[in-house]
């Protein structure tokens, strides 16, 4: 995977999680906690990975796939963590989501040129 299509990547992401740029925090915590697939008891019984060390990116991967909130993850962990995001959240590692914390908060600055550039026109 090259830099630049892994910033194209979470570029993506970024834009995808704008669906929920006005969700309030409280709300994005309730459903993950209710609906998230790593929230569920059966979800700890075993390691996924078996004895095999896996990568962030894997287990990420792994975790949260068919996850039903992974954006509201995503967004919350951003918003909690931000920079100091740890561990394996919104079905990607923390390196990824640190970069993606960059795009994520330029969102808001492309939203607000597009209003302001809106009331303008
Ligand atoms: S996205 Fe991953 S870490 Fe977040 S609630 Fe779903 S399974 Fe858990």
Request: hydrophobic content about 35%; charged content about 30%.
């Amino acid at each position: 995977m090259t830099s630049r299509y892994n910033d194209l990547r979470l570029i993506g992401i970024a834009w995808r999680l704008d669906h929920l740029r006005w969700a309030e925090s409280s709300n994005l915590d309730d459903v993950v906690r209710s609906s998230g697939a790593c929230m569920t008891a059966s979800s700890t019984a075993e390691p996924p990975c078996g004895d095999r060390p896996m990568t962030d990116a894997a287990l990420a991967e792994l975790l949260c796939a068919g996850c039903p909130v992974v954006d509201e993850c995503l967004e919350l962990e951003l918003r909690t963590a931000g920079e100091d995001t740890f561990g394996v959240w919104g079905g990607l590692p923390e390196e990824d989501r640190r970069e993606l914390h960059f795009h994520w908060r330029r969102r808001g600055e492309r939203a607000l040129d597009h209003e302001e550039g809106g009331s303008a026109g």
